[in-house]
């Protein structure tokens, strides 16, 4: 789905308290993630491991935690990360719902000659509704403008619109304003998932943010999923054909492009 080779998380928890976040899922591990620990040798190790002749492949981000969460202004480590990377003239896919990542997009124009693809992650259309499901997050409007910013710089920019939690953003009407949205943004591309992923640990969490905001929520998904994994809406028919009459409405792609090895060419003898 996001053409990854290789996976990198510079830093241990996320900063951004979006209630469904499969990270506080029992089988990471990882526990209390509003408790950060930065990695503070990741860097030499990257720049070790492209030092190694590994196989060019895309680099990922974002998929334990958001690689621009608010620590990241003070450590600088996404930043030192991409500037390593460039240097070693590898692919990278950055996945955040932060516009902080607009302060390297020098480095991701530099980057963007071998390949860089920035995903921004967007849920719900209104600002007021994403603060309660990403309540530290920099607001849907400001991710919007992040994409304009960077699609007009040059640098491939699509959205990943997940997850749509059932019986409150799975919504048509939210699906329509997202995809018009990413059109007058300059989104590249928008690739979905109608539904929402909870294993033990996420699923305690998100149902105690539904008790106080979501009343009668919790109960209802205990009585719809149980112990399910993936949590599909019950209109998914409903919202894929939304979703794909209106990006083929508008000419916006469901896949990203990925990377491509550059081939070597044959040498004339004149």
């Not at 308290?17 to 190790?45: F, P």
């Not at 070693?88 to 719902?97: E, G, L, Q, R, S």
């Not at 980057?111 to 990403?134: H, Q, V, W």
């Not at 403008?145 to 799975?170: A, H, Q, R, V």
């Amino acid at each position: 789905m996001f053409g990854l080779t290789y996976n990198m998380n510079l830093y241990r928890g996320c900063q951004h308290g979006c209630i469904y976040c499969d990270t506080r899922s029992e089988c990471y591990g990882v526990g209390d993630i509003s408790q950060i620990s930065v990695k503070k040798n990741a860097l030499e190790l990257l720049r070790k491991e492209l030092r190694s002749k590994k196989a060019k492949g895309t680099i990922g981000t974002g998929s334990m935690n958001d690689p621009y969460m608010p620590i990241e202004k003070d450590t600088l480590m996404t930043r030192n990360a991409l500037t390593i990377i460039s240097e070693a003239k590898f692919p990278v896919h950055v996945i955040t719902k932060s516009n902080l990542v607009v302060r390297d997009y020098d480095i991701l124009q530099e980057i963007s000659k071998t390949y860089a693809a920035i995903s921004i992650t967007i849920t719900c259309a209104d600002d007021t509704l994403s603060r309660k499901l990403e309540p530290n997050a920099p607001s849907t409007s400001d991710r919007l403008k992040t994409i304009e910013f960077l699609s007009k710089n040059g640098i491939y920019t699509g959205i990943t619109l997940m997850p749509l939690l059932p019986y409150i953003n799975d919504t048509e009407n939210n699906i329509k304003s997202i995809i018009q949205k990413a059109k007058d943004s300059g989104a590249a591309y928008i690739i979905p998932m109608l539904g929402v992923t909870l294993r033990k640990g996420s699923r305690d969490y998100l149902y105690k943010a539904f008790n106080k905001s979501f009343q009668g929520m919790s109960a209802l998904y205990q009585k719809e999923f149980g112990e399910e994994y993936i949590c599909s809406s019950p209109n998914y028919k409903t919202l894929q054909k939304t979703f794909y009459d209106e990006t083929h409405k508008f000419g916006i792609p469901s896949k990203m492009r990925f990377y491509t090895p550059q081939k070597d060419q044959q040498l004339t003898l004149f």
